[in-house]
């Protein structure tokens, strides 16, 4: 019997959303002939030129399954197991990753609370200490997301600021870039100066919220740093024996700025749902709307009642505070649409 599938876009999450047309492509495409497994094969190299294209040549760059196995593999690459990650209380390493980094990497995450989904180098400074003292765990690296959990944006000397204090004292800055695409295109910045020229020594490169049928990358913008990273990979699960399928997307979304226009179309469109939800009193957007997320408080009654024709997710239950995301698929239809069912459940 056929799988009733459900044609209505919704506002849950850019995960949710298909395969960009132009990525498929690029995967029927690659789908000719036996190439050679595991990453050596042109497709994969041809890829790997593509970020070079865009962050500079001295990089390394190894693709994954997903964002979780590349935070958790980045995040080892730096450290040992007695090292801690100073995060956001809100950061996906801390919260929606089932204890994996910490699992996987056995070193401490340690949450500094967050400011507007930010944490900042005054923060940092203050929860430095113990360094040497062999009772304590030793700060190794700062992780930051960008855009972050609660969709705003890092201004690139917040970034900078961090970078310094970590280079300063023998730390490593991580990037958790899931959404750095929807960050850089506010920011008005290419890739290249939206992360490593900012002082980022790993980025999590992500594509899967921005298009890709699937697929992170891992980015090392520091020598030496990827050194054992093959075999953290393997180990860690993550090596894709049909590389080129994964490759292909990269290279798709690398070409002729599709990973521009596909967030470009997905902020401008969360920015016109912010516009169309302010119209109704009873909805209160919480903080500003800068890339492709809008969170807002609702009446409590209305959350379930918005549910039952839209799935999404409750973000902060306690204070009624919920979470809707726009993707590169996302049209004015459907804002104006899903704008209107909000307004009619909450006044």
């Given at each position: 019997?056929?799988?009733?599938?459900?044609?209505?876009?919704?506002?849950?999450?850019?995960?949710?959303?298909?395969?960009?047309?132009?990525?498929?492509?690029?995967?029927?495409?690659?789908?000719?002939?036996?190439?050679?497994?595991?990453?050596?094969?042109?497709?994969?190299?041809?890829?790997?030129?593509?970020?070079?294209?865009?962050?500079?040549?001295?990089?390394?760059?190894?693709?994954?399954?997903?964002?979780?196995?590349?935070?958790?593999?980045?995040?080892?690459?730096?450290?040992?197991?007695?090292?801690?990650?100073?995060?956001s209380d809100y950061a996906h390493i801390y919260t929606d990753e089932c204890g994996a980094p910490e699992k996987h990497t056995g070193c401490?995450?340690?949450?500094?609370?967050?400011?507007?989904?930010?944490?900042?180098?005054?923060?940092?400074?203050?929860?430095?200490?113990?360094?040497?003292?062999?009772?304590?765990?030793?700060?190794?690296?700062?992780?930051?997301?960008?855009?972050?959990?609660?969709?705003?944006?890092?201004?690139?000397?917040?970034?900078?600021?961090?970078?310094?204090?970590?280079?300063?004292?023998?730390?490593?800055?991580h990037l958790d870039g899931a959404r750095i695409a929807n960050a850089a295109v506010s920011l008005g910045q290419s890739l290249r100066e939206a992360t490593r020229d900012l002082g980022?020594?790993?980025?999590?490169?992500?594509?899967?919220?921005?298009?890709?049928?699937?697929?992170?990358?891992?980015?090392?913008?520091?020598?030496?740093?990827?050194?054992?990273?093959?075999?953290?990979?393997?180990?860690?699960?993550?090596?894709?024996?049909?590389?080129?399928?994964?490759?292909?997307?990269?290279?798709?979304?690398?070409?002729?700025?599709?990973?521009?226009?596909?967030?470009?179309?997905?902020?401008?469109?969360?920015?016109?749902?912010?516009?169309?939800?302010?119209?109704?009193?009873?909805?209160?957007?919480?903080?500003?709307?800068?890339?492709?997320?809008?969170?807002?408080?609702?009446?409590?009654?209305?959350?379930?009642?918005?549910?039952?024709?839209?799935?999404?997710?409750?973000?902060?239950?306690?204070?009624?505070?919920?979470?809707?995301?726009?993707?590169?698929?996302?049209?004015?239809?459907?804002?104006?649409?899903?704008?209107?069912?909000?307004?009619?459940?909450?006044?």
């Open positions: 019997m056929p799988v009733q599938v459900q044609s209505r876009r919704g506002f849950a999450s850019d995960n949710n959303a298909g395969i960009h047309p132009e990525i498929l492509e690029a995967i029927v495409r690659a789908n000719s002939g036996h190439v050679r497994a595991y990453g050596d094969d042109d497709y994969t190299r041809a890829a790997i030129a593509k970020f070079e294209e865009h962050f500079g040549s001295g990089i390394d760059v190894f693709f994954t399954f997903n964002g979780t196995g590349a935070n958790v593999l980045g995040l080892q690459a730096l450290n040992r197991p007695y090292h801690a990650v100073l995060c401490k995450l340690i949450p500094l609370p967050h400011h507007d989904g930010k944490i900042t180098a005054d923060q940092v400074r203050h929860a430095y200490h113990g360094i040497g003292d062999q009772h304590h765990v030793q700060l190794r690296v700062i992780s930051i997301t960008q855009s972050t959990e609660m969709g705003t944006v890092y201004q690139p000397g917040e970034i900078r600021a961090l970078a310094d204090f970590a280079h300063q004292h023998d730390m490593f800055l980022v020594d790993v980025l999590t490169f992500g594509g899967t919220k921005n298009g890709m049928m699937g697929g992170e990358a891992v980015v090392f913008f520091r020598p030496g740093l990827s050194e054992d990273f093959l075999f953290l990979r393997k180990q860690g699960m993550q090596l894709n024996s049909k590389m080129r399928f994964v490759a292909v997307q990269f290279e798709a979304l690398l070409t002729n700025d599709l990973w521009r226009r596909s967030a470009e179309h997905a902020n401008r469109m969360a920015r016109l749902l912010e516009q169309e939800l302010r119209k109704s009193p009873q909805v209160r957007i919480v903080w500003p709307v800068e890339a492709n997320g809008v969170f807002a408080q609702i009446p409590r009654a209305a959350i379930a009642k918005i549910m039952e024709r839209y799935f999404y997710y409750s973000w902060i239950e306690d204070e009624c505070i919920v979470r809707w995301m726009c993707s590169f698929d996302t049209t004015e239809e459907d804002v104006r649409e899903f704008a209107a069912f909000v307004a009619q459940i909450v006044n």
